[in-house]
């Protein structure tokens, strides 16, 4: 048992910086640790060389996913002594099925995005006392849940808002360059992955007009529709665009 004076050290791994920051604020505010990475690469790297009490995980992210990094981690892969580290995942998909694959691939439970106070930290608590497999089951989050979480955490922290936002629309641009040269590629993978990036960025923000954009392309790179996919990155920048303009 740690001693009372002793902080909980918790690693994230989540490929968006918006989800990232937002993530590691709600945990510094309840009083962890909290360190953060973009890939289960670098779950590993850092599992390897310091000491954690607890794993955050997107389920996907580039180069290696949530669920290969698990696996990856219980098998020994970033040394024995953080084998049984107990991970928490979390998904924009949060099905019985969905918590069943994170379970099957070594995870101790399955958080909804978007993440906020109220389904996060009960599951941190159930599993850090040692629950497992989905117990705690908390309600699906409201729709004005993270708007309510980002205000929540500003007053905690002012301009924390503004900061998340701002970090966001910086990287539009780049988002919008790599839209159009994977369309023009024809690479559906890397479309693919920076829509399920940016629906997630949305999915905080509360931003609905984008993330329903973002999963549209998702879901066609994934159904191997180029036409489409092409039609709806094409939305997708108007819709970046858009929001440009709105914060200029």
Not at 187 to 209: C, I, K, P
């Given at each position: 048992m740690k001693p009372d004076n002793?902080?909980?050290?918790?690693?994230?791994?989540e490929d968006t910086v918006v989800g990232r920051k937002v993530v590691a604020r709600i945990l510094s505010e309840a009083g962890f640790e909290v360190d953060a990475v973009e890939n289960g690469l670098g779950v590993l790297d850092l599992l390897a060389a310091t000491r954690y009490d607890?794993?955050?995980?997107?389920?996907?992210?580039?180069?290696?996913?949530?669920?290969?990094?698990?696996?990856?981690?219980?098998?020994?892969?970033?040394?024995?002594?953080?084998?049984?580290?107990?991970?928490?995942?979390?998904?924009?998909?949060?099905?019985?099925?969905?918590?069943?694959?994170?379970?099957?691939?070594?995870?101790?439970?399955?958080?909804?995005?978007?993440?906020?106070h109220d389904n996060l930290l009960p599951v941190?608590?159930?599993?850090?006392?040692?629950?497992?497999?989905?117990?705690?089951?908390?309600?699906?989050?409201?729709?004005?849940?993270?708007?309510?979480?980002?205000?929540?955490?500003?007053?905690?922290?002012p301009g924390f808002m503004d900061k998340i936002i701002d970090q966001f629309l910086d990287d539009v641009p780049g988002d919008i360059e790599v839209i159009t040269s994977a369309m023009d590629a024809g690479?559906?993978?890397?479309?693919?992955?920076?829509?399920?990036?940016?629906?997630?960025?949305?999915?905080?923000?509360?931003?609905?007009?984008l993330s329903t954009r973002a999963s549209a392309l998702e879901k066609a790179c994934l159904q191997n529709q180029p036409a489409e996919a092409r039609e709806l990155g094409q939305a997708l920048i108007l819709e970046l665009r858009a929001l440009l303009s709105a914060h200029e």
């Open positions: 002793v902080q909980t050290r918790v690693l994230i791994a607890m794993l955050i995980m997107d389920c996907m992210m580039p180069e290696m996913d949530g669920f290969a990094t698990a696996r990856a981690i219980r098998s020994g892969s970033a040394g024995e002594a953080c084998s049984g580290i107990p991970i928490i995942a979390i998904s924009g998909l949060a099905s019985e099925e969905d918590r069943q694959v994170c379970l099957e691939a070594g995870m101790n439970d399955l958080v909804q995005k978007p993440i906020t941190i608590h159930s599993v850090l006392a040692g629950s497992q497999g989905g117990g705690t089951n908390p309600a699906p989050t409201e729709p004005d849940a993270a708007e309510n979480l980002l205000q929540s955490l500003d007053d905690w922290s690479n559906l993978e890397e479309l693919r992955s920076l829509a399920h990036r940016l629906r997630g960025s949305a999915d905080v923000l509360s931003a609905a007009a």
